[in-house]
């Protein structure tokens, strides 16, 4: 395991524009100095995509942000179009939190709102990250970090559970509106998504109001670029089966845990 990208490029590209940002601590998504931190480092922590069981993690949200390419598929996706469409960062809603994006689309000159939707970034996680910051050390310091395996994680069970309590909440919000919310994931994360939860019927309708684009990162050259790899869509109705409808674990199983516990004095006195 290792960092595949740092500072928006890939590791091994050894090119000025590459080096430069290296130098400058710049993000070619954001257009601007990246501002991912670390407690342990006095410099952004720019990662933005790992090395890790044969597949390209990323784990900085701001990756998804490439050439606006998951807007414009959003746009086409709604609207048809990207013309009169205006985007919005962090907009909040009472009771139900804030969205990462809202694309919004108005009369031609005029600021009457004629539709909308909402795009929301699911990027992954990771554990041991310690091991991961020492990488990028290692990597600042001109050290080959490709011939090196760093002993982290990924966290992506803890990164479902969370994103699909907030699918839960925004989708019936956009269901009860009948507008769209689109979820921005990697493949990986959405197949995890999928055999966690027991998830079926998503084959694509667009007439499902929570939609996912699923994206991969694919070698380009000597940079990686996203690519929409799928489309699927569901209901809340779906959802909230799935995830009510988990299998319970047995019992007595975790009688036994406890009894192997108490064998090994390993609680604490109550005194």
């Not at 070698?219 to 799935?242: E, Q």
Request: one cysteine or more.
């Amino acid at each position: 395991m290792n960092p595949n990208e740092i500072f928006s490029y890939p590791i091994e590209d050894k090119s000025e524009e590459a080096r430069k940002a290296v130098r400058e601590y710049y993000c070619r998504f954001l257009e601007g100095k990246c501002d991912k931190q670390s407690r342990t480092i006095n410099y952004p922590m720019g990662v933005c995509s790992v090395n890790h069981s044969r597949t390209k993690p990323i784990i900085c949200p701001h990756r998804f942000l490439e050439n606006n390419l998951v807007f414009k598929n959003a746009c086409d996706s709604v609207f048809g179009t990207i013309n009169n469409v205006l985007l919005f960062s962090e907009v909040k809603l009472s009771n139900v939190g804030s969205f990462d994006f809202v694309l919004v689309k108005h009369k031609p000159i005029s600021n009457k709102v004629e539709d909308f939707c909402i795009v929301e970034f699911q990027s992954d996680s990771t554990t041991g990250t310690g091991n991961l910051v020492k990488a990028l050390k290692d990597f600042m310091s001109g050290i080959d970090v490709l011939q090196n395996r760093y002993q982290f994680g990924m966290n992506t069970y803890n990164t479902i559970k969370l994103s699909y309590i907030q699918m839960l909440i925004k989708g019936q919000v956009m269901e009860k509106w009948g507008k769209n919310i689109f979820w921005v994931m990697q493949k990986y994360v959405f197949d995890n998504m999928v055999n966690r939860f027991g998830l079926n019927d998503l084959d694509y309708n667009p007439r499902h109001k929570t939609q996912y684009h699923i994206y991969n990162l694919v070698a380009d050259s000597n940079i990686y670029k996203l690519k929409l790899a799928d489309k699927k869509s569901t209901t809340i109705a779906n959802l909230l089966k799935a995830f009510t409808h988990q299998s319970i674990p047995s019992l007595d199983t975790f009688v036994e845990v406890l009894e192997r516990k108490i064998k090994l004095k390993l609680g604490l006195i109550i005194e």
